[in-house]
């Protein structure tokens, strides 16, 4: 069975810009998390969507957000891209939410590069 | 606001050489601790899920133990290639499927 998918694989922008990264979760799971990971440290979280609807946002600014398709996939979008915006994005699924913990399981990631 | 410490930051070992990796956390109404490998410039691989005290789970030479304040990542006899980054991070509250990560252990092993 397929995995965590996300696309592309890289990325180059430059300040100001608008970007758009793509994730498809597992076949079944119904939830998508987005990660950031700054080289040399441990991913933070930016969103959770579950059925179309976000069920957590982390500390950052408006110019992140998310959106979830009714086939569970789901679109980042980063506006106004600022140089410290270049980090690894990460999408992570999982079967459900609530309060059950769930395990996620993470795709490969898309390198952003702001220059 | 939830917090997870991983020491030491860096590990060296020789083959065949165990230690453990520490994962300190504190929660409000912890729901899971999770362990994850992360090669560089990959996605973090899924290890473990510990949900309480008491709990141990094993994978091929890899053990995770959970207490009420840590958990620990035992490594028996590694290989070269169980060297990479090893995440920790936890769940809590209500509510969202949210993970807080700790900064990771590299971890290398020389033959």
């Known amino acids: 069975d397929a995995g965590v998918t996300q696309s592309p694989t890289h990325l180059i922008k430059t300040r100001g810009q608008h970007v758009t990264l793509r994730c498809s979760p597992i076949s079944g799971h119904k939830s998508v998390s987005w990660y950031q990971q700054v080289l040399g440290q441990g991913p933070q979280f930016i969103f959770q969507?579950?059925?179309?609807?976000?069920?957590g946002r982390g500390n950052f600014p408006d110019r992140f957000s998310a959106r979830q398709f009714p086939n569970y996939s789901s679109e980042l979008n980063v506006n106004a891209l600022l140089l410290g915006d270049s980090a690894l994005y990460l999408c992570?699924?999982?079967?459900?939410?609530?309060?059950?913990?769930?395990?996620?399981?993470f795709g490969p990631g898309t390198r952003l590069t702001v220059t | 606001e939830d917090q997870v410490t991983q020491s030491p930051e860096a590990l060296r070992l020789q083959e065949g050489e165990s230690s453990s990796l520490n994962c300190s956390y504190t929660v409000s109404g912890l729901r899971g601790l999770f362990w994850y490998r992360q090669d560089p410039g990959k996605g973090p691989e899924f290890l473990f899920t510990?949900?309480?005290a008491g709990e141990e789970k094993e994978k091929e030479r890899l053990k995770a133990t959970l207490t009420k304040k840590e958990s620990f990542l035992h490594i028996t006899a590694p290989k070269p290639e169980d060297s990479a980054t090893y995440l920790c991070a936890v769940q809590a509250g209500q509510g969202a499927q949210k993970l807080v990560f700790g900064q990771g252990t590299r971890l290398t092993i020389n033959p």
């Open positions: 510990l949900y309480s």
């Open positions: 969507y579950y059925e179309k609807e976000e069920r």
């Open positions: 992570a699924s999982t079967l459900a939410s609530g309060t059950v913990s769930y395990e996620q399981y």
